[in-house]
């Protein structure tokens, strides 16, 4: 089959690879229709992580059951489904309480397995014809009738749209509420999504990319643009000096200040600054537990400069972690079925898997925007 290997930093080919098959009888193997490229590919892609050449990437699948392990009991051939990018077992004691990024079966010896990604397990991912998905009964969830017609919205319930939403989750936003997230990337956009649909009273999305910010206006969100690094100032501004009820980070460690030079503090020391005394913190934006590719000596050893004192002062809470996107996305999709959330809004581009290559290069860590492309297998 074909598949978009990871070769090393900045090189990744389609190639062709030995076709995914079942492998245990829980297994079904699913034929990918639409897949996504996601900022945690980029820090890959980026050389910052320890992912291993040879690898498939992609983590946010969807597709068409080919065939069913002897085990499988409620998926059938023919049934359209998109996979978590978690894999998780179903039994073990994390994922029994619905914290499915934290499986402690699907990569022993570590919490939480994903496909075609770093440190998550052997998984290949599903930038690829072919996917295997491992627990199918527990990890596929089942899409409606109108599954082709809506894919690229269906799609985004495999990361981001369940991730922006344990964003406000953690964060702990509630109706009427006020929110700053930082990031417009796909993240980011399904936090101001996911705010908008919980009843947020103001939601204010940072970044400096002009076209990232116009659709995080499109889903009714404050744009603050941070090209002249003001945010902190605009948003204090905008709260009454106060700072927002919530505060959501969907960045990561490879945030960088207006000059473009990678800070990796930043947006959480800002977060600290611009959410309410006694307010919520939600942390999605990757942090890792060692980053050898970081100039800064702290951040090589994963620890950063953390405003721990006013952060303490201001009695804040911080929630951090992989999204258990199992905990979330049935309600999303139906709420994408009802016509209620269409988060396809983030889309830019769709090509085929031949056409992978083809996407315009970042000039500079995340100075470039086309990453929202949708591979169409
Ligand atoms: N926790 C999870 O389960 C989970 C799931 C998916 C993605 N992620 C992570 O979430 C993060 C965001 O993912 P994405 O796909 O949206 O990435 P992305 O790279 O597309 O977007 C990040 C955005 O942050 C902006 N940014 C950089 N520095 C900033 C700053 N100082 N202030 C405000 N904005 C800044 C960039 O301009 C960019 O638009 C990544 O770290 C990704 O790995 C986590
Ligand atoms: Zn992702
Ligand atoms: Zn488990």
């Known amino acids: ?9 900045r090189d990744v080919r389609v190639m062709e690879m030995p076709d995914a098959k079942i492998e245990r009888p829980t297994d079904v193997l699913v034929r990918i229709t639409a897949t996504n490229i996601c900022g945690s590919d980029l820090h890959m892609y980026e050389g910052r992580t320890d992912m291993e050449s040879g690898r498939i990437l992609g983590h946010e699948n969807l597709g068409e059951v080919v065939e069913v392990g002897n085990a499988v009991d409620r998926i059938k051939v023919g049934d359209r489904v998109c996979l978590p990018f978690n894999i998780g077992c179903g039994f073990c004691k994390n994922c029994e309480r619905g914290l499915t990024g934290f499986c402690l079966i699907a990569n022993p010896g570590f919490a939480g397995a994903a496909y075609g990604f770093a440190g998550m397990g052997p998984y290949s991912g599903g930038q690829a014809e072919y996917l295997r998905v491992p627990y199918a009964d527990f990890n596929c969830l089942k899409l409606p009738p109108d599954a082709e017609e809506k894919e690229n919205d269906y799609v985004m319930l495999s990361d981001v749209f369940p991730t922006g939403y344990h964003a406000t989750e953690l964060a702990g936003v509630r109706p009427g509420e006020t929110v700053v997230i930082y990031g417009a990337g796909p993240v980011g956009l399904m936090a101001a999504h996911s705010a908008a649909i919980k009843g947020a009273s103001k939601i204010m999305v940072v970044d400096s990319h002009k076209d990232r910010l116009a659709l995080a206006e499109k889903v009714g969100a404050i744009a603050i643009d941070d090209s002249d690094g003001s945010c902190v100032e605009q948003i ?142």
């Open 1 to 9: 089959m074909k598949a978009l290997v990871y070769q090393g930093t």
């Open 236 to 377: 204090l501004e905008l709260t009454k000096g106060k700072g927002a009820d919530r505060g959501c980070e969907c960045v990561g460690f490879q945030c960088y200040d207006h000059h473009h030079h990678e800070v990796p503090n930043l947006t959480m020391n800002n977060l600290v600054k611009t959410v309410r005394a006694s307010g919520g913190i939600g942390v999605v934006g990757v942090f890792i537990a060692e980053d050898p590719g970081a100039k800064d000596k702290l951040a090589k050893q994963g620890q950063l400069a953390f405003d721990f004192g006013q952060f303490w002062m201001k009695g804040q809470h911080i929630a951090t972690g992989q999204a258990n996107v199992k905990a979330y996305n049935r309600q999303l999709r139906d709420l994408i079925e009802a016509g209620k959330a269409n988060p396809s809004f983030i889309v830019s581009h769709e090509l085929s898997l031949d056409q992978a290559l083809q996407l315009p290069r970042p000039p500079a860590p995340h100075l470039n925007i086309k990453f929202l492309a949708r591979t169409v297998g």
